[in-house]
C-alpha cells in the first residue's frame, strides 16, 4: 500500500483513502440519488465513522465534493463530485496502475518467474503500457 500512497500524494495530494471515498461517490455520480451513509463509506475506505467524517470534510474543504448533510439522519450525505475531482480520478488510473506493477515487481522478487506474476504483469504493461526502462 505505501507504493499507492506514495505516488497518489506525490502525483495527486490524495491518500489512498481518499481516492476510495471519491472513487465511491464517482460510481454512483451518474444516478438521480447521490445519497450516501456514513456507515457504507467507513466501510469502503476502512476507517471509523469519526474519521470517515473527517475525511469527507476535508475532501469538501479542498473543493473536491460539495456535500449536504441530510435533515432527518446526520449519517447520510448528498455528495457531488467537482470537476476537480474528476480530473484527479481520470490522472489516477496510470499512476494506479504503475504503482500496482512496481509493489508487485519489488515485494515478490523471489516469484519474479511464476507464471502468475509475469502473467500479471503483462496484463498491466497491456493496459497502461510498459513502463519506462522494462
Excluded: N
Amino acid at each position: 500500500m505505501t507504493h499507492i500512497d506514495r505516488d497518489l500524494s506525490q502525483h495527486l495530494g490524495l491518500t489512498y483513502r481518499e481516492f476510495q471515498a471519491l472513487t465511491l461517490f464517482s460510481r454512483h455520480s451518474h444516478m438521480s440519488s447521490r445519497r450516501r451513509w456514513l456507515p457504507e463509506i467507513s466501510v469502503v475506505v476502512g476507517l471509523s465513522q469519526s474519521a470517515t467524517s473527517r475525511l469527507i470534510d476535508r475532501l469538501d474543504d479542498r473543493g473536491l465534493i460539495s456535500k449536504r448533510v441530510g435533515l432527518r439522519d446526520r449519517r447520510s450525505f448528498d455528495v457531488r463530485l467537482s470537476g476537480e475531482a474528476r480530473e484527479l480520478l481520470h490522472r489516477a488510473a496510470p499512476i494506479l496502475h504503475e504503482a500496482v506493477r512496481s509493489a508487485v515487481a519489488s515485494s515478490v522478487p523471489l516469484l519474479a518467474d511464476s507464471p502468475f506474476i509475469r502473467c500479471l504483469v503483462e496484463q498491466l504493461d497491456v493496459e497502461t503500457g510498459p513502463a519506462a526502462g522494462t
